[in-house]
Structure formats: structure tokens, C-alpha cells
């Protein structure tokens, strides 16, 4: 987690600009929530849509309605049984805690009002920088050739050195230009692990290909498919079964989980899958999942 004026590891970064990668324990903790030292970034930048699980419509800008002074949700503890399923699937990677006290040094917004606006603009930019660092940092765990490895060891560095750029410079960056040079190596990891993934299967190389990129697969069985290695980047798999499914290899980067049915599903080798995705399916104490990703506490109920 990250510290008022950051932790040993963002130090070395930032003022040594050093070449060496960290722990990945040490960027995963940089990489999860902690509300507690944040501003509510997310309950003020966001727009929400109460359809879509959020408390009501709000313009990006206003506080929610169930924001309190201290910046601490009134209704945490209840979201679900109020059926703000939005609200409980939304991850900020981190980038909320990093702005708060590392970019504006512990200043929030209410003290410092002239800066809102731009602090609101930097934690849209800075959360989309913390997501590809969860995809780099999981990527450089996978057995992946070490020129590979090496690669994404660099571009890691280079993302957390934006991450440190002054509230200006990160407003005038260039975000698409390094998603795109991010997805390059991306898929390129994707590649290599569903290949091995599938490998011994028959028409291996064909099964890759079957399951494309933003498939629509809302409330379909998927239970008889043979889904290791299977290329499932930004499907729509709303309402989809996959109970007891073995998705090892599976690449589920931006896939669309809400309420499917993973339940006794072996998700432990799949790859690119975060949390708040996790968050909106519906799983039991026999799903098996990735090491980086932890069990909701409401599926055991």
C-alpha cells in the first residue's frame, strides 16, 4: 500500500530512477485498494448510472449521495444488499491511495477546491495507468521467454515512472500511445501461455482462435466447451454458465462477468483477470482462483 510521500520502493523509483523491477508483493500491495487513504476520488470523478448499480444518475464531478466528510462511504457495509452491485465491483487498481498521497501529498479536494477539477482528471489518467501495471506485473510472473521477461521489466519500470509525473505532465500524457505499447507485449504473453495451455489437445492451434475477442456469449452454456487456453479477451460472458469449467490459460483481459456462473470453475491458471471482475460472478467456496485474487466473502454465504 502506498504512504503519505510513498513507500521505500516508489522512493527508489522516483528519486534513483532505478532499473530493477520490484518484488511482485511489493507491486501487487501498490496495485490494491485502500479506501482509507483516498479522498473518494472514485465516489466524485465517476459518472454513475443507477441502472447500473450505483446509488443514482451523478455527473462526473459530484459527490455521491452516501459520501461522507470523511470521505468514508455511509452504506460500505451494504452495498450489496442494496444491489449496488457497481459500487462493489469497481477497482481503482490502487490509483485512488496514489493520487491522495503521493501526486497532491496528502491534499484533498475539499481543502484545496481550485484543485479538484484537475486531481479529478489526474485519477482517471492515473487509474489507467495502475491497470496496465496489474497486467505488466502478472505478465512478468508467467514462464515467458526471458528477452520477453525482459521487455516487460522494462516497460513496468517505465509505467511506474510515469505514474510520478507531476499533475501536469500526467494531464498531457500521451495514455494511448503506452496502451498501445503495452497491449504489444500483452498479447504477445497471451499468445505464448495459451499456446502452451493447449498444447496436446487436437487442433490445438484452431481451438486458439475459436473463442475471439469480444465474443458475445450473454447467458450461454459453456459448460461442455473446451475452454483452456481459450482466447476470451473482452467476451461478454454476462449470465454465462461456466460451472466446473477449466479455464487454465484462458486469457479473460476485459471480459464481462457479471453474474456468471464460475462456480467449481478452475480459474487458478487463467490469466489477465482482476478482482472487481471476480466481484460480479457468481462463485462458491470450489472456485478456484489465481493466487494475486481473493475469494468474496458474500459467495460463501
Sequence with gaps: MIYPHGNKYDKEVSENNRETVASIETCIDNLRVDCKKCFGLCCVALYFSASEGFPIDKDAGSPCINLQSDFNCSVHKNLRDKGLKGCTAYDCFGAGQKVAQVTYSGRDWRLVPKSAKQMFEVFLIMRQLHEMLWYLTEASTLQVAHSEKEK??????????????????????????????VNVLLLKTSELVRA????????????????????????ADLRKNNLRGANLRGACLIAAKLREVDLSGADLIGADLRDTDIRGANLTDSIFLTQSQINTAKGDSDTKLPILLTRPTYWLK
Design 196 to 219: 502452451k495451455a493447449c498444447r496436446g489437445q487436437k487442433n490445438a492451434s484452431k481451438h486458439q482462435k475459436t473463442k475471439a475477442r469480444g465474443a458475445d456469449f450473454i447467458g
Design 152 to 181: 516487460l521489466n522494462s516497460i513496468i519500470n517505465e509505467t511506474i515512472r510515469l505514474t510520478h509525473l507531476s499533475p501536469d505532465s500526467l494531464i498531457g500524457l500521451d495514455v494511448e500511445s503506452h496502451r498501445d505499447n
